[in-house]
Structure formats: C-alpha cells, structure tokens
C-alpha cells in the first residue's frame, strides 16, 4: 500500500488518522513539529497493534525542512501513495483590530503555505509524468472556510478558504496524472487545538447550537480521511465532506 505521510499525527486528527491507516496496512510516517513525545506514543500505538510508522519532524511552514522531510521519505523504499495535509494552527480568539501582521503570517505560513509544499513534493513522487504511480491526496480544511470563524478567527477561517481552492485547484491540475486530491471540512471536534484558541471548552459550550447538538470526534474525522483516500473512493477527487455535525 505503500507510505502514507500526515502532517500533524501527533495528536487530534492527525494521530486517528495516522492509526487507522496503519490498520488498513500503510506504512504511516508521523509528522510532528514539537512534540516528540506524542508522536513517539503514536509510533508505539501503532506498533503495538501489528503497523508500521516512523516519526518524521519538521515544520511544514519551513520550506527546507519539508524538502529534508520528503528527502527522507525517499529513503525508506516504499513509494509515497497518500498525503494527509492536516497541521494546522490557530491563536487567541480576537477581532480583527488585534491582529497583528505577524500572527496572520504565521498562520497563513503553516495552514497554507505548509499544505502547498507538502501538495508540491507529493506531487513530485506521484505524478505518473514524474514516473510515479499515483496516489491521493487529503487536504483537513476547516467548516470554519464557509463560516468565517467571527470574532474568533478570521485569520483560521481564511487560511481554510486558501486550503479548499487548493483543493480544487490542484485536483483538476494533476486529475490526469493518476493523482486524487480531495478535502475534508471538521466542525466542532474535541482535540487541543480549542486550547491554543484560549477555550479549552469551546465543543462543549457550543455544541447545543450545533443541528446534531454534539462535538465530533477525531475518530470520526479520520474515518472520511481513511475512505477519500482509499480505492473505495476511485472516482472521487476534487470533492469536500462536511464532518460538522449539519452546520
Ligand atoms: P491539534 O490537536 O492542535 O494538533 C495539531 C497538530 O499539528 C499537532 O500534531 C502539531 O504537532 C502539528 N503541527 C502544528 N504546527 C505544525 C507545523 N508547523 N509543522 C508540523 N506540524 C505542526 O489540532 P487538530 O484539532 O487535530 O487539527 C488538525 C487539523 O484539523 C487542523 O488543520 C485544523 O485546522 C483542522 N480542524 C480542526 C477542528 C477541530 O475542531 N479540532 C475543526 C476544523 C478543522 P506538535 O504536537 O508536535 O506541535
């Protein structure tokens, strides 16, 4: 089945992502940037359970280290058949008269620039005219690209709009070189990512204004991942699934 890499498997998404394809027999490398300890844990997990996976750091808003990453990957002699470009970042909840040029460069430079460059190398290995065999691309956008993330972050939700034409830019352009790039589009999920938001309890407070009046889980997530990139999902690309509970 060949290497699966996700970006951010640490924890969250990324690390159900990263287990359940080790359970359908990729090879999983898990990418981190900060902590190793987690990514170890996953590592381990997986493992445990009969899979194989590696640990692969780098900051993916970095161009060098992503190149250092996918130099990496080439060394492991297994072809790169999927890429879950799901690292992502968001900041304190604010209105725009406090953001500062800085944090939205910081989280265009992961949530956007991060996901091209990992796009760009995937695309590298796979493209059939590059001599590669193909493969499938999943790109973790956000509800919160059609919503607008008001008075939270409209700096996130803008980087998730860069993400979904993306999507749609890049699955018409490699569409005929046997590569499938798809999106998926979480709502409310329970991970640590509400807690860089400054709201470690954001699902709970307003997961009563949701139609189906739950968070998801990452599990939940990961599973729509796991199928787009699957042979199940062969005529599907270009294509985006809500996990957001109906809103
Ligand atoms: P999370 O729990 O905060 O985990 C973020 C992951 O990204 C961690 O593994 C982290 O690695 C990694 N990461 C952060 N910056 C990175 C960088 N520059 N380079 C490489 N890795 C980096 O996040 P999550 O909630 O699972 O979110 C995953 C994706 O889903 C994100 O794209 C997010 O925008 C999207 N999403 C989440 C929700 C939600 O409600 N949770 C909703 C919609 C969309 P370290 O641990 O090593 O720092």
């Given at each position: 089945?060949?290497?699966a890499?996700?970006?951010?498997?640490?924890?969250?998404?990324?690390?159900?992502t990263?287990?359940?394809?080790?359970?359908?027999?990729?090879?999983?490398?898990?990418?981190?940037h900060?902590?190793?300890?987690?990514?170890?844990?996953?590592?381990a997990?997986?493992?445990k359970?009969?899979?194989?996976?590696f640990a692969?750091?780098?900051?993916?808003?970095?161009?060098a280290?992503?190149m250092?990453?996918?130099?990496?990957?080439?060394?492991?002699?297994?072809?790169?058949?999927?890429?879950?470009?799901n690292?992502?970042?968001?900041?304190e909840?604010?209105?725009?008269?406090?953001?500062?040029?800085?944090?939205?460069?910081?989280?265009?430079?992961?949530?956007?620039?991060?996901?091209?460059?990992?796009?760009?190398?995937?695309?590298?290995?796979m493209?059939?005219?590059h001599?590669?065999?193909?493969?499938?691309?999943?790109?973790?956008?956000?509800a919160?690209?059609?919503?607008?993330?008001p008075?939270?972050?409209?700096?996130?939700?803008?980087?998730?709009g860069?993400?979904?034409?993306?999507?749609t830019?890049l699955?018409?352009?490699?569409?005929?070189?046997?590569?499938?790039?798809?999106?998926?589009?979480?709502?409310?999920?329970?991970?640590?990512i509400h807690?860089?938001?400054g709201?470690?309890?954001?699902?709970?407070?307003v997961?009563?204004?949701?139609?189906?009046?739950?968070?998801g889980?990452?599990?939940e997530?990961?599973?729509?991942?796991v199928?787009?990139?699957?042979?199940k999902a062969s005529?599907?690309?270009?294509?985006?699934?809500?996990?957001a509970?109906?809103?």
């Open positions: 089945m060949g290497i890499l996700v970006t951010g498997a640490s924890r969250g998404i990324g690390k159900a990263a287990l359940q394809l080790a359970r359908e027999g990729y090879t999983v490398a898990v990418n981190y900060h902590n190793i300890k987690a990514a170890t844990d996953v590592i997990q997986i493992v359970e009969g899979g194989k996976a692969l750091r780098a900051d993916i808003s970095d161009e280290q992503v250092a990453m996918f130099d990496s990957l080439d060394r492991e002699g297994e072809p790169l058949t999927a890429l879950v470009n690292a992502g970042i968001l900041f909840q604010s209105t725009i008269e406090n953001l500062s040029a800085e944090r939205i460069n910081r989280v265009l430079a992961t949530n956007v620039t991060g996901y091209f460059l990992c796009c760009r190398e995937a695309v590298k290995r493209a059939l005219k001599g590669g065999k193909g493969g499938a691309i999943v790109n973790v956008s956000s919160a690209s059609r919503l607008g993330a008075g939270e972050y409209v700096d996130y939700a803008a980087s998730k860069a993400v979904d034409s993306l999507t830019g699955a018409l352009e490699v569409a005929a070189q046997g590569i499938r790039v798809n999106c998926v589009r979480p709502g409310l999920i329970y991970t640590e807690a860089s938001g709201e470690p309890g954001r699902v709970d407070r997961k009563s204004m949701l139609p189906m009046q739950r968070g889980q990452p599990e997530v990961a599973q729509a991942i199928w787009l990139l699957s042979e005529y599907v690309t270009g294509s985006f699934i809500e996990l509970g109906g809103k």
